[in-house]
């Protein structure tokens, strides 16, 4: 059995730059910006009214900066650990606060306010990462402002926040290692009036891969909006993406890592991605004290993954399923997701108890459907359709309320007490026996913050709420129909913090606290050994975050930042297979992580030199120290790598930049997880070059 899948072909991509180029360049606006919604936001107060722990990354870091990926760009961002997997961020593994990193699933992931994962209430697992060569800012939100947005938020929000159309056309290239190349395209312009702009972004890369792993990568996105009367905008996005990896859940076995860690142990194993979204955004200032936003959002996203049936693993190397017709040896575990919602958000400044107040109310509606299929051949080893094994459908809606209201008490002290309730109901039906099952559920999560501006240099923020992440239709109704009764994973936080700035300096720490009644370990291959259990019981995290920068003088500046985690531990009697887990440190929760970058400035010139530090860890729930024979299991050693990146502004039109990553060519070990070991990037460069028309 087969799926259609949509694409983009050549001629649309090349009708789609026409129209991009043709449109007529006219100075933009100075002060145009399509509507959106905004985690943290960029004005000048936008950082000090949250009561939660803030990170921005923004252009000018990223241009020099010059990541591979947006996961790769979050290394910079404190209480942040990444798990690499086939060393581009195709399939993003982003951790916070010691929460294990597999597909994400910890955290809320946004695009200009829009859900990435494919399915919020089905399974919040990241198949896909937008493309960081097109964000111009990247938000990182922790604490109890994130109620504002949900499910998930337990660990965090990230959003990322893409690039306004631009007056003129850019072009960019990059070459690098292992065959990597770039070559993107920007153009854009507005009406006469400027009351209307537009663009287009076009991005193609293919690379030779850092385990001989080869992809080929295009992505596509076309922005405008316009003004409607005096007070509103309306905004429209379009985004195509598709790829095809050479990549696995096989990794290396020990003695192949030993020998020749660039080896692709499954050669035959493809990871296929092909994704279309659009949103809408429309922003009405009612009066100076009212503003409603809306989002209407939809995506639909097939995730076909083609592996070979593995028979052995030992420390030589994995033996696969011989294709003779005999047994299935290639399996496609193919998914094809389709996300809509409505997010509708209204803000109040008003001056209700004799005091300043700033409100934000609002609704979402949300809706998941997945076609989850197992195809299986015999015969072919690059096997693209085959016998249907499994097929299997799954629902779910949900609606959530919320508010917030922040309570200005004098112009240094702010309270800010804020509730989300989310009701969803979850479908599971097996589309060959017709056995079918759902579940409900409904959550109130409360959340109160706390901002004091002690002096001008200090600020300090305190935060107390209710984490809930929904358990995934998957685990919570079984494959026979059976409501599991899985209540939702569940968390009390808190955390307190200072941040500030003082001549020079700029600073934030953060000390957390997260207590879990109820972590669920989703079932899935991804998670490796020792996530096949469904619940982890009671498990606790606690430690400190902080960040500084620090400018020097004479063009030279330091920025650093840093996670200490002492405590990430079950932390419950819950025996799983035999074995008290109590005690035990949570797999993926280094004790430290820390990135350090000395920079310098002068004139058109940028460079920087970073360090990145992470300790060791453990991969599994009974913490293994000594390696297994084929690889899985065993502690993670300590690793630190080192970057160097330059960043050249010729003149206005010109800009060159370089980047040699893993300086001193470290040979580590990133992961341990979905099946074996993965290797960290070896030493590799890259050159590249913006032009401006």
């Not at 996203?301 to 190397?317: K, N």
């Not at 509708?344 to 209700?352: G, M």
């Not at 209540?487 to 020079?504: I, K, P, Q, Y």
């Amino acid at each position: 059995m087969t799926r259609t899948t949509l694409k983009i072909k050549p001629l649309c991509l090349a009708l789609a730059v026409t129209a991009g180029i043709s449109f007529p360049f006219h100075a933009l606006a100075a002060d145009i910006e399509l509507p959106r919604i905004d985690v943290v936001g960029d004005d000048e107060q936008a950082i000090a009214k949250q009561s939660g722990s803030v990170a921005i990354i923004d252009e000018k870091q990223l241009a020099l900066m010059q990541p591979l990926s947006t996961q790769d760009a979050l290394k910079s961002v404190p209480g942040v650990v990444i798990r690499e997997e086939e060393g581009y961020g195709f399939i993003p593994n982003i951790g916070m606060r010691g929460l294990n990193p597999n597909r994400s699933q910890k955290l809320l992931v946004l695009e200009d306010g829009v859900p990435v994962a494919p399915g919020l209430f089905l399974a919040n697992e990241s198949y896909y990462s937008p493309r960081i060569e097109r964000m111009q800012r990247i938000e990182v939100l922790k604490g109890a402002a994130g109620l504002r947005y949900g499910p998930t938020t337990i660990g965090g929000v990230i959003n990322y926040i893409t690039k306004d159309p631009e007056k003129g056309a850019k072009l960019t290239a990059k070459a690098g290692s292992h065959g990597y190349g770039l070559i993107g395209l920007d153009a854009g312009g507005s009406s006469q009036s400027g009351e209307a702009i537009g663009g287009i972004s076009l991005v193609k890369s293919q690379g030779d891969g850092f385990r001989n792993n080869a992809f080929y990568m295009n992505d596509a996105v076309i922005k405008g909006g316009m003004a409607i009367g005096d007070n509103q905008w309306i905004g429209a996005k379009f985004t195509h993406y598709d790829n095809e990896v050479n990549t696995s859940y096989v990794g290396l076995r020990p003695n192949e890592f030993k020998n020749d860690p660039t080896k692709n142990p499954a050669p035959n194993d493809y990871f296929l991605t092909d994704r279309n979204s659009f949103d809408i955004n429309h922003e009405w200032t009612i009066n100076n004290a009212m503003t409603l936003k809306t989002l209407l959002y939809r995506s639909e996203l097939t995730r076909d993954y083609w592996r070979r049936e593995v028979q052995a693993r030992s420390a030589d190397g994995t033996t696969f399923v011989a294709c003779n017709g005999s047994a299935y040896c290639m399996n496609g575990n193919n998914r094809a997701f389709e996300m809509m919602g409505l997010d509708s958000r209204l803000f109040i400044a008003h001056n209700s108890f004799g005091m300043k107040n700033e409100a934000e109310i609002g609704i979402r509606l949300h809706s998941d459907k997945l076609n989850n299929q197992k195809i299986r051949s015999k015969t072919d080893p690059n096997a693209r359709s085959g016998d249907l094994a499994t097929d299997d459908t799954q629902k779910a809606r949900g609606i959530a309320f919320y508010g917030q209201n922040r309570f200005v008490i004098n112009d240094k002290v702010a309270v800010t007490p804020g509730v989300r309730v989310e009701t969803y109901n979850q479908e599971r039906k097996n589309e060959l026996n017709g056995v079918s099952g759902t579940s409900s559920n409904t959550e109130v999560i409360p959340g109160l913050g706390l901002t004091w501006q002690v002096v001008p240099q200090a600020q300090i923020f305190a935060g107390a709420f209710k984490g809930f992440s929904p358990a995934m239709v998957a685990t919570a109704i079984s494959a026979g129909g059976v409501d599991q009764q899985l209540n939702a994973e569940r968390s009390t936080n808190f955390e307190v913090g200072v941040r500030g700035a003082a001549d020079r300096l700029t600073y934030e720490a953060t000390a957390f606290y997260m207590d879990f009644d109820n972590q669920i370990i989703p079932q899935s291959e991804s998670g490796g050994v020792g996530a096949t259990e469904t619940n982890a019981g009671k498990t606790l995290n606690r430690g400190l975050e902080g960040a500084l920068g620090f400018d020097m003088g004479a063009g030279w500046s330091v920025s650093a930042n840093a996670t200490y985690l002492p405590t990430a531990k079950f932390n419950s009697t819950k025996i799983v297979g035999g074995i008290d887990r109590n005690g035990n440190r949570l797999p993926y929760a280094p004790e430290l992580t820390s990135n350090v970058a000395l920079s310098y400035t002068a004139g058109g010139l940028k460079t920087s030199l970073r360090a990145y530090h992470v300790s060791s860890q453990f991969v599994d729930p009974e913490n293994t120290k000594a390696e297994n024979a084929d690889g899985r299991r065993g502690e993670i050693p300590a690793f630190t790598t080192f970057d160097l990146n330059a960043h050249y502004t010729v003149n206005k039109q010109l800009s060159v930049f370089g980047t040699v990553r893993n300086l001193t060519d470290k040979k580590y070990i990133a992961s341990r997880n979905p099946d074996g070991i993965f290797p960290g990037v070896e030493r590799n460069f890259e050159v590249g070059m913006n032009y401006k028309f």
